[in-house]
């Protein structure tokens, strides 16, 4: 069960990596393998082991944040590449069906840390409110509703460029877009979803110039729209707009309507109600006219990011992990590697109708931790 999955990620370790550091990698594997047995941290895990915390730090430490920044990004790219080549023969509507989209989010963990990096004062969806903490900003590619991590990255406050959440998603994605051609993929032809908080003429077009066609954006209460010679803002839209009901390829009331922005222009505007009293909106920033089902079956993948949220902070606990300084994305690599075997696992046999906290459980009960660290890893540390 295990062996097959270790071998993944340590060939692609020994292929991709010159600096081919065998024990910190190993001792990043045993970080990972130790999530599914509910250790998140290391010192959770040494307590267990009965070893010295400070043996595992000392190895992490051997890593650099280019390094670790490296890592993190191939090992989600190969991931992501072995689901999509076989889907990449089949026709377009194919493809649709399996939702394969680019869904962008960013998420806010609350810190009180002086000694961590990028804790700054952002607003958090959660608490409605600003609150103290890291805010990580997230690619995830969705495909038959599972969410694959693409690239993640902490926003920073202060720094020479890429200080804005927009220059930082445009970096990102020149960075997939280099690194999925190397797999010959090209991630352009796939639809982009993202929030509001995006939201910009600029981005748009930059969009536009990388290749980009299918964009559909949530839309602010406060953006300016004139529909029918008519122009009130969104929020008083979504109140006096008819809804249709639901119909074949939109499962919600919703009504199309074409609209004119003095930021972006005419576009296609979306309105859908998701329950009995409130409606929301997006924006087609396509650089072409999408039907109302097209919009919708695209959007839908969007919930999927929002449940790989979700999953990082509740079942691989990410809050429970405090590594000081360039700490943080060794800390981020070893929750993904955790998150990339659980999905691995499950793609099995014996875990296929289980979701990742079934599979975790069930390996607590019937699986050793010491057995499988003894088996499958050389001694980096005494186990006793």
């Known amino acids: 069960m295990w062996q097959q999955e270790f071998l993944w990620f340590f060939t692609i370790f020994h292929q991709e990596f010159r600096k081919n550091n065998g024990v910190a990698f190993e001792t990043l594997m045993v970080l990972a393998v130790a999530h599914l047995f509910g250790f998140y941290n290391p010192k959770q895990l040494a307590d267990f082991l009965e070893v010295p915390h400070q043996q ?16 993190l990004l191939r090992f989600m790219v190969k991931q992501a590449a072995e689901k999509l080549k076989p889907v990449m023969s089949k026709s377009a509507a194919t493809r649709s069906r399996a939702g394969t989209t680019l869904s962008i989010d960013n998420s806010v963990m609350d810190r009180f840390g002086n000694l961590l990096r990028c804790t700054w004062n952002w607003y958090s969806g959660r608490y409605h409110k600003v609150i103290r903490g890291q805010d990580l900003l997230g690619i995830v590619f969705t495909i038959e509703h599972i969410a694959l991590p693409l690239h993640l990255l902490f926003c920073p406050k202060q720094g ?5 959440k927009a220059d930082l998603l445009i970096f990102m994605l020149i960075q997939l877009k280099t690194a999925f051609l190397r797999e010959g993929i090209d991630i352009t032809q796939f639809p982009l979803t993202m929030d509001s908080a995006y939201v910009s ?5 930059k969009l536009h110039q990388l290749g980009f066609s299918d964009i559909i954006i949530a839309g602010k209460g406060n953006y300016v729209f004139t529909i029918d010679t008519q122009k009130w803002d969104a929020s008083t839209w979504k109140k006096v707009l008819m809804l249709e009901e639901p119909t074949w390829g939109i499962d919600v009331p919703s009504c199309r309507i074409q609209g004119y922005s ?27 006219s999408l039907r109302g089902a097209e919009i919708w079956h695209i959007w839908k993948q969007h919930q999927v990011i929002e449940c790989f949220w979700k999953i990082m902070k509740s079942i691989f606990q990410f809050r429970s992990m405090h590594l000081q300084g360039d700490g943080l994305y060794t800390a981020l690599l070893i929750k993904v590697f955790a ?13 296929s109708k289980l979701t990742l906290t079934e599979i975790m459980r069930k390996l607590r009960r019937e699986a050793d931790l010491r057995d499988c660290l003894v088996t499958h890893f050389h001694t980096t540390f005494s186990i006793t």
């Open 160 to 164: 020479r460029y890429h200080t804005t």
């Open 201 to 205: 003429q600029e981005l748009r077009e």
């Open 56 to 71: 595992f730090y000392t190895v992490l430490k051997d890593w650099s944040v280019y390094q670790v920044k490296k890592m």
């Open 339 to 351: 998150y990339l075997l659980a999905l691995r696992l499950q793609a099995k046999g014996v875990f």
């Open 262 to 288: 003095p930021t972006f222009g005419t576009l296609i505007l979306f309105f859908f109600r998701k329950s009995t009293t409130r409606s929301y909106y997006l924006m087609n920033f396509s650089q072409r």
